[in-house]
């Protein structure tokens, strides 16, 4: 098992900047590809963001491209998303995730979810 949770939402305005966190707790977290998902209301959760075991791989949905960035401290056992030029669209609840393998831009690939942190961007 391993347990996730997320940290750093906010309320920012429209060109500001956030920082997620998420920090694993129970199994290895170094053994877990880890991804960022997002939930608009009223829309399907999709795909943010993903880094491999080691830091060297990354994958970023088109929107977010150049936008955000992914990165993991595996001797802390967390794995963070830079927010920066954040739009009203990017408004969300955030969600971290582990997966031991598979393509990572789908959500079926992970096997453990955190609970989520609100992002809201005001224009």
């Known amino acids: 098992q391993v347990q996730l949770v997320e940290s750093g939402g906010g309320l920012v305005q429209a060109g500001g900047s956030l920082r997620l966190s998420c920090t694993a707790s129970?199994?290895?977290?170094?053994?877990?590809?880890m991804g960022w998902f997002r939930q608009a209301p009223g829309k399907e959760r999709e795909f943010v963001s993903a880094i491999g075991l080691s830091a060297g791989v990354t994958y970023y949905a088109d929107s977010v491209k150049d936008r955000f960035t992914i990165s993991r401290d595996n001797a802390e056992n967390t794995v963070y998303l830079q927010l920066n030029s954040l739009k009203p669209e990017d408004t969300a609840v955030y969600y971290c995730?582990?997966?031991?393998?598979?393509?990572?831009?789908?959500?079926?690939?992970?096997?453990?979810w955190g609970q989520g942190t609100q992002v809201t961007v005001s224009s």
């Open positions: 995730a582990a997966s031991s393998g598979g393509s990572l831009n789908f959500a079926y690939v992970y096997q453990y």
């Open positions: 129970g199994r290895t977290f170094s053994e877990y590809a």
